[in-house]
């Protein structure tokens, strides 16, 4: 059984603050006995951790990209079950991804522990931890070997303690996008000099701009007549080239169910789209495992021209659907993220996160109701909510994502060719 995102947040609490207060002292006495052996100098190999989401892994490519210029050799540890995220862009050699298991409690522990092998192995010299004050990544960094050991710290905050086995403190600033928290991250591993806290520097929006997907034209051609005979097979004349494909992503992953737009909301999108552009083809697109319930929304919806694509498109093809659709209206989850290296215009809704910090890097439209009490996720508290009622998911209306949709489907048509 997979453990769920409550439960990692406890043991993270309970089992972590315990074993971060043990080894933050043996962290320390060990660089202290490795010290005429560690070698100075910038970072050659840099590993950076980010373990649970899956869109971060899109956001850290300008850093990932900034530290491969500055000459190191980069690798990354991931969950497996996020590892494809990182093969979008292929800026980390296959061979140098590292996973953990988290099915279960035994899977985790012994892929832990093969880790923390590894690492030394592979001679790693710079952890960058690029969690918001996870207790089990810092323990990742602090006891993998590396000298150089790159993460936020709490610095006079309360809370969210997890010891002291950082040797370059980074201030974590809730203003700005994620993307340049990481980058502050990557000047803090590569800094000649000592800076409390790092890192007294400014970060332009040149620095993150994306690198684009490659895309395979045979992936591209064969997902296009994929595509054409679902709509055969549903009998509706579609054609590519001749009319749009409109993607719908309706659900979020489980880490913030908060993030939903009610799928009664996306139904009612769904026949507002179709009035608006009637011989235009709808692909309702979702995991394998989020088929039901985007069949939910089909079915709700009682148009002829969707399709409940959830599971006929696996994620390298992603790129390739992004390219041959016009537009994309979803919650603030991953595909907003992925798409993004591709020009696909999106409409990303938020809700309890905001896109000052969690923003697409993409051709992107953020919608937020821009509540008093949003957002109420943050570092601060390890991205949990008591919230139980998301109006500020429910105040957004159809006709307001129908505006946005139309300008970047407008846009959309300014750039090609129908």
């Not at 952890?127 to 006079?156: K, M, N, P, W």
Request: with cysteine; charged share 20%; hydrophobic share 45%.
């Amino acid at each position: 059984m997979a453990i769920s995102v409550n439960a990692m947040r406890t043991i993270d609490h309970w089992v972590g603050v315990p074993l971060c207060a043990i080894a933050s002292p043996i962290v320390a006495l060990l660089d202290i006995l490795s010290r005429p052996f560690t070698r100075s100098g910038d970072p050659k190999k840099l590993l950076f951790i980010e373990l649970s989401e899956m869109g971060s892994a899109i956001l850290v490519d300008p850093a990932m990209r900034k530290a491969q210029a500055n000459g190191a050799e980069i690798y990354f540890l991931i969950f497996k079950s996020n590892a494809a995220s990182l093969g979008l862009l292929n800026t980390v050699h296959p061979n140098h991804i590292f996973t953990i298991d988290s099915s279960s409690l035994w899977k985790l522990a012994f892929d832990t522990l093969r880790f923390l092998v590894k690492a030394r192995f592979y001679r790693i010299d710079t952890v960058i931890d690029l969690e918001l004050f996870s207790r089990f990544t810092a323990l990742l960094t602090g006891l993998c070997g590396a000298r150089r050991r790159v993460g936020y710290d709490i610095f006079h905050g309360e809370g969210l303690w997890r010891g002291t086995m950082l040797t370059r403190k980074v201030h974590y600033n809730p203003h700005i996008h994620i993307a340049k928290n990481f980058i502050s991250l990557v000047y803090a591993a590569f800094a000649n000099e000592e800076e409390r806290p790092f890192s007294k520097i400014a970060i332009t929006d040149q620095e993150i701009e994306l690198a684009q997907a490659v895309i395979d034209p045979m992936v591209k051609q064969h997902l296009q007549l994929r595509i054409e005979n679902l709509a055969q097979q549903a009998m509706i004349p579609f054609k590519y080239g001749q009319q749009r494909i409109i993607l719908i992503n309706p659900n979020a992953s489980d880490l913030l169910p908060q993030r939903r737009w009610a799928p009664e909301r996306f139904s009612e999108l769904i026949v507002a789209t179709h009035q608006h552009w009637p011989e235009d083809l709808i692909l309702i697109t979702g995991s394998p495992a989020e088929h039901t319930y985007v069949e939910g929304v089909r079915l709700a919806a009682k148009v002829k021209h969707a399709i409940n694509f959830a599971g006929h498109v696996r994620f390298s093809e992603l790129p390739a659907l992004y390219t041959l659709s016009h537009a994309m209206v979803t919650n603030d989850s991953g595909p907003g993220h992925f798409s993004s290296v591709t020009d696909l215009h999106t409409v990303v809704l938020f809700g309890p996160e905001t896109p000052a910090l969690y923003g697409s890097l993409g051709k992107s439209i953020p919608i937020t109701a821009q509540l008093a009490c949003s957002p109420c996720v943050s570092a601060a508290n390890h991205r949990k909510t008591p919230c139980q009622d998301n109006v500020c998911m429910k105040a957004i209306t159809v006709p307001q994502v129908m505006n946005q949709l139309a300008a970047q489907i407008a846009a959309a048509d300014r750039t090609r060719t129908l």
